[in-house]
């Protein structure tokens, strides 16, 4: 993780009491984050921004990346009374995975 993106989940987790959820907009992370709560714990829901695929902004079932599930995510969030926030890691996960891996 770059430094800029440590600074930025430090301050979100101390904001938070330390529990971040990340959250993909499926019932998995959806359900995790309601029962952290159930649960007694302070969270903030994060999604992380890996590539852009233009094919998933428009897509009309259920994926892992499409704008619909993070605008899911983001409800959730909402609705239980979070924070959330999107960050976006893209061009750190291009050049440190993506281009590492075609390259090998």
Same mark, same amino acid.
């Given at each position: ?64 990346? @499409? ?5 899911? @995510? ?31």
């Amino acid at each position: 993780m770059t430094t800029a993106c440590s600074r930025i989940v430090s301050i979100v987790l101390t904001a938070a009491g330390e529990s971040l959820i990340a959250m993909s907009g499926g019932v998995d992370s959806s359900g995790a984050a309601l029962l952290t709560q159930n649960r007694g714990y302070d969270y903030v829901g994060c999604t992380m921004k890996l590539f852009d695929d233009p094919s998933t902004e428009t897509a009309r079932s259920r994926t892992c990346c @499409a704008l619909e599930d993070v605008e899911y @995510a983001r409800s959730v969030a909402f609705r239980t009374g979070v924070p959330y926030y999107v960050f976006n890691f893209r061009d750190n996960f291009r050049s440190k995975v993506t281009e590492k891996y075609i390259q090998s």
